[in-house]
């Protein structure tokens, strides 16, 4: 599986887990087992970056908010929710440094599955969190 496809189905295994009362661990069983999720599956790849979000969503959320201006995370869409923490979780985690091209694959997420103009705002808070994480560096 590529990375551009294990990105898309973290990304669906996370906004899914959104609209849910069940675990993760019972969202990721499903899409695991079931044969008609199987162009769903999720990789290595993708489950580490739907663990490394969980391990750390406080650090991700606050990342987020914290980039987000006068707005509150929950004037934002699911959808671009779901792409911000999974991105942003993989920046700053990531033992590679690998911004641009994470960035890029949220605006592809965000151009498929949002609204017509949410990759903008994707972008530009991507961008001010890979700023300031590289600025750390």
């Given at each position: 599986m590529t990375r551009h496809k294990a990105r898309e189905n973290a990304f669906i295994a996370i906004f899914e887990a959104s609209f849910s009362a069940n675990d993760l661990d019972d969202i990721l069983?499903?899409?695991?087992?079931?044969?008609?999720?199987?162009?769903?599956?999720?990789?290595?790849?993708?489950?580490?970056?739907?663990?490394?979000?969980?391990?750390?969503?406080?650090?991700?959320?606050?990342?987020i908010q914290s980039k987000l201006k006068k707005w509150s995370a929950n004037r934002i869409s699911r959808v671009c929710n779901a792409i911000l923490r999974i991105s942003t979780a993989?920046?700053?985690?990531?033992?590679?440094?690998?911004?641009?091209?994470?960035i890029n694959e949220a605006v592809e997420l965000c151009k498929k599955f949002a609204g017509e103009n949410d990759y903008?705002?994707?972008?530009?808070?991507?961008?001010?969190?890979?700023?300031?994480?590289?600025?750390?560096?």
């Open positions: 069983a499903v899409t695991q087992e079931l044969p008609e999720y199987e162009e769903y599956m999720l990789d290595d790849f993708a489950l580490n970056l739907i663990r490394t979000y969980y391990d750390h969503a406080d650090e991700v959320n606050e990342m993989e920046m700053m985690f990531s033992s590679e440094d690998m911004d641009s091209i994470v903008q705002f994707v972008n530009g808070v991507l961008g001010a969190v890979s700023k300031e994480l590289r600025a750390k560096e």
